[in-house]
């Protein structure tokens, strides 16, 4: 699906909307659990308010006294036309907000490079909220949400990348220069090969990555760094590329291309870049303790 | 078919619990000994030819069943057998194209390791560009006549067999008069000539013909059919490489994060923890692109679909991600990867700068990654030839 999303640049707040419920619903409380059903059916919408979303940059802190939320979180897709907030407070629990609730700052960005996405920032002063999840449960859940933006947000590059190479193969096949097809220079056959492959690696390991969830419900972690580790470096190359071998229209606002390539520069850094990520599953790797049985699955 | 196959893994890994699994020497003529002894323990075990039919000395199981062979063998760290050559690109290529007899008579002894083959295609003057060989074969009665050169032959000062590409009709358009000649590398006027390689080894060489006498019935396949062979060989050999060195690979990345740990890691705030976590995360995550493209592969194998142009996108990323793995790890011997036999972070210096400098070779051999481009995009892609 979001690989879908990415192919065609569908907008909107897809993600949070039917993730959000997909982990949350099972487990909150029969009010929450309203708000969720109404998302999903396309009632409402969803935002998630989370300061570790900027990766290795200050998103922001929130803490929690007295049962009441303080602080602030910089970057909210898709704050601004929020029904409702999903909450990640610093001590890993979950909350359901009100956007309109007493204490709560929502601050509007008036404009961004995003195309696809509004930005906010949510400042919190003594703000209610209803506890999502069993404490002991949060952080689990909350781990589980964030490989889960990874993997889509991956999943959504993909499709990205295959636009990308489509386009660029229909267009070195037609676009003609020194009387031949553009596309018969080995340059530029070369540059579009190399396209090729990454993208399908992309795409190869985002099923490898879902098809080991169907068993396991979420993607682990590890799995979802490296996968959006991969993407991410990956994807904004492929739209380099595209745009190369399109020349001077490829640099303009006439052809899409602009828009892929924007949208991938915004999703790479979301929820840690690839230096962020590859760290993040390096230290993963270091702290292990060699177990074969990890390794030995059958391919 | 899954229980079954999950039988025969774990049959092997029995196996190999109790097998008497050799140390590969440094020494290339003692490694190469070893390595060949190992061949013949495992062909007597039933661990060689396993996806080849039965009268060609095979088991007649697929290629999964081999694949999982090859994955146990990995994880036990028992090495691979010396006659790769023989047994991942001549052989099948003899199963499918040729005579009877030379199925019965000499596919037994390649499995065994009685007989190591190499495989003579290349010449100084013909590489990327295969069919410009020049190395002549002339039919004089029932013998051809070889007189030529071939280089870069792997093994060929080691090896009984030889598996020849010779210009049989000089005439024909270049790929028309190619044939595929069996050659016994005792015959007179054979030489090789070792070369060096940059790691030090010797495992390839020049390999002179002169007036060497080969029995007609030693031909593989049509005469001047021999290209149909060639590229049947080089097809085979991309998936089943593939499959195999994603394997070492693994070995290798838990190789070096197991001597990292026992070593003790670097301080994490320092700026030496840092690119351990980096350097050990870039390689973990090129393991796993690895790791989803052969389930691909693997599946192709499995539905017959193997030799086409995708092997050529499996090769290409493979040559990059061995590049990426092993630049990685070698880049953290720092300055010490000059200092032969030490052992910076846990590292032995001397194994890990030996790997990087081989993955140099990776993106040369069996096709180079340039050629693999121009196939992905004029065979894959449909772009325009030149
Ligand atoms: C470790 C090792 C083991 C080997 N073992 C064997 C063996 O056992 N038997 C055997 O027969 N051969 C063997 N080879 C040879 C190998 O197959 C050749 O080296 C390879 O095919 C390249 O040929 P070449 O060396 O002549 O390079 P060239 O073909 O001269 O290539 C030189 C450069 O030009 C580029 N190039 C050439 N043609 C094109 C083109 N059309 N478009 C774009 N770029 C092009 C190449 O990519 C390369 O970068 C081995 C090589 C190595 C490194």
Not at chain 1, 37 to 53: E, F, I, R, T, Y
Not at chain 2, 1 to 17: C, I, N
Not at chain 2, 142 to 150: L, N
Not at chain 2, 238 to 253: G, K, P, Q, W
């Amino acid at each position: 699906m979001f690989t879908l999303y990415g192919r065609y640049l569908v907008p909107g707040p897809l993600l949070e909307n039917s993730l959000l419920p997909a982990v949350l619903a099972a487990d909150a409380p029969e009010t929450a659990r309203a708000v969720f059903k109404a998302a999903m059916s396309g009632d409402g919408q969803l935002a998630l308010v989370d300061p570790h979303a900027a990766g290795d940059w200050d998103g922001g802190s929130i803490t929690v006294r007295n049962g009441r939320l303080f602080g602030r979180c910089h970057l909210v897709r898709f704050g601004g036309d929020a029904t409702q907030l999903v909450v990640v407070s610093d001590d890993q629990q979950l909350w359901l907000v009100d956007p309109h609730a007493g204490g709560l700052e929502m601050i509007q960005t008036d404009a961004n490079a995003d195309p696809l996405s509004s930005f906010a920032s949510v400042g919190l002063d003594g703000v209610a909220g209803t506890p999502l999840a069993d404490p002991s449960a949060a952080p689990r859940l909350i781990e589980e949400i964030r490989s889960w933006v990874r993997t889509l947000v991956a999943c959504e590059l993909s499709g990205i990348a295959t636009h990308c190479v489509r386009t660029t193969i229909d267009y070195a096949k037609e676009r003609e220069q020194f009387g031949r097809p553009i596309g018969s220079y080995q340059a530029i056959k070369h540059i579009i090969a190399d396209m090729h492959v990454h993208a399908a690696s992309v795409r190869n390991l985002c099923d490898s990555v879902l098809a080991d969830t169907v068993n396991s419900g979420a993607p682990t972690a590890v799995d979802a760094a490296v996968l959006k580790a991969h993407a991410s470096k990956v994807v904004v190359e492929v739209c380099q590329d595209a745009i190369q071998v399109h020349g001077g229209i490829g640099f303009t606002a006439e052809v899409d291309l602009h828009w892929f390539y924007k949208r991938a520069l915004a999703l790479r850094p979301w929820y840690g870049d690839t230096r962020a990520l590859e760290e993040m599953v390096g230290a993963a790797a270091l702290a292990q303790t060699t177990e074969h049985a990890s390794t030995t699955k059958a391919v | 078919m899954t229980t079954d196959l999950a039988e025969y893994r774990s049959g092997v890994r029995a196996w190999l619990a109790d097998a008497d699994i050799p140390t590969v020497p440094l020494d290339l003529d003692e490694r190469f000994d070893v390595l060949r002894d190992w061949q013949r323990v495992l062909f007597e075990a039933g661990g060689l030819g396993i996806s080849w039919s039965k009268e060609a000395g095979g088991q007649g199981l697929s290629h999964l069943h081999q694949l999982a062979f090859a994955e146990e063998l990995a994880y036990a760290r028992a090495p691979m057998p010396i006659g790769l050559i023989g047994l991942d690109v001549v052989g099948p290529s003899i199963d499918e194209f040729g005579q009877q007899w030379q199925r019965e008579e000499l596919l037994p002894k390649l499995l065994s390791g009685e007989h190591i083959w190499c495989q003579g295609f290349s010449e100084p003057g013909a590489g990327s560009d295969l069919a410009s060989l020049r190395t002549r074969a002339v039919l004089d009665g029932d013998e051809f006549v070889i007189s030529g050169q071939k280089v870069w032959t792997s093994w060929a000062h080691k090896a009984q067999w030889c598996a020849l590409l010779v210009r049989t009709d000089p005439a024909a358009h270049k790929h028309a008069g190619i044939s595929y000649l069996l050659v016994d590398m005792s015959t007179p006027g054979i030489t090789p000539k070792p070369l060096e390689q940059m790691t030090g080894d010797r495992e390839f060489c020049e390999v002179f013909f002169d007036e060497v006498r080969v029995p007609r019935r030693n031909l593989v396949g049509e005469l001047n059919g021999g290209w149909a062979v060639a590229t049947h060989t080089l097809g085979i050999e991309r998936a089943a490489y593939t499959l195999r060195r994603r394997v070492d690979y693994e070995i290798a990345f838990e190789d070096a994060v197991a001597a990292l740990r026992d070593h003790g890691l670097p301080a994490p705030e320092t700026g030496l923890g840092r690119r351990v976590r980096i350097a050990i995360g870039k390689a973990h995550v090129a393991l796993k692109v690895l790791g989803a493209q052969t389930q691909k592969t693997v599946a192709r194998l499995a539905a017959g679909e193997v030799p086409t142009p995708e092997d050529s996108v499996d090769k290409l990323l493979l040559n990059e991600v061995e590049q990426i793995i092993f630049g990685e790890i070698a880049e953290l011997l720092g300055p010490y990867r000059a200092v032969e036999e030490s052992r910076p972070l846990g590292l032995a210096s001397d194994r890990w700068a030996h790997d990087h400098l081989y993955s140099r070779a990776t993106s040369i051999y069996g096709g180079t990654s340039q050629i693999q481009r121009n196939i992905i995009s004029e065979r894959l892609l449909g772009l325009p030839r030149g």
